[in-house]
């Protein structure tokens, strides 16, 4: 265990916890592996809750807009946990902005933004990427 209290390899690269493919069937049990291999690899408290819940928070848009389904990379390279969600969708703001509180929808990107130390954002003609990343 290093001093943040995560377990660590001696290897400098990156080091895989979870691949799945989901589409809304699976969404509840990738929501449960990832709260698993982030709670293994030491995550705990409420960083373990805001990792998680942005990870929900852009799989959910991954079905929702981007195509129906998804693919989602869970690693650790040293201290750092990384979170990689691909779709087929559009994506939206790299720097999404928390709508008037009358809007009932389209808080997801920002929640996700908010709860996550980095938040990438790539889109392009083959569809949307995003990386998170915490420690």
């Excluded at 808080?107 to 990438?120: D, I, K, Y």
């Amino acid at each position: 265990m290093n001093e943040q209290g995560h377990s660590e390899t001696q290897a400098s690269g990156p080091q895989d916890l979870l691949a799945r493919e989901f589409d809304r069937h699976t969404l509840v049990r990738l929501r449960h592996e990832v709260e698993r291999a982030c709670r293994g690899w030491g995550l705990t408290g409420l960083t373990l809750y805001r990792f998680v819940v942005a990870v929900n928070e852009i799989t959910t848009n991954a079905v929702r807009h981007g195509g129906g389904h998804g693919r989602l990379s869970l690693w650790q390279q040293g201290p750092r946990l990384f979170c990689r969600v691909d779709d087929q969708g559009p994506g939206g703001a790299a720097e999404p902005r928390l709508p008037p509180p009358d809007h009932p929808r389209g808080r997801g990107l920002w929640l996700a933004r908010n709860n996550v130390e980095r938040f990438t954002l790539r889109s392009d003609a083959q569809g949307t990427s995003i990386v998170m990343e915490t420690s």
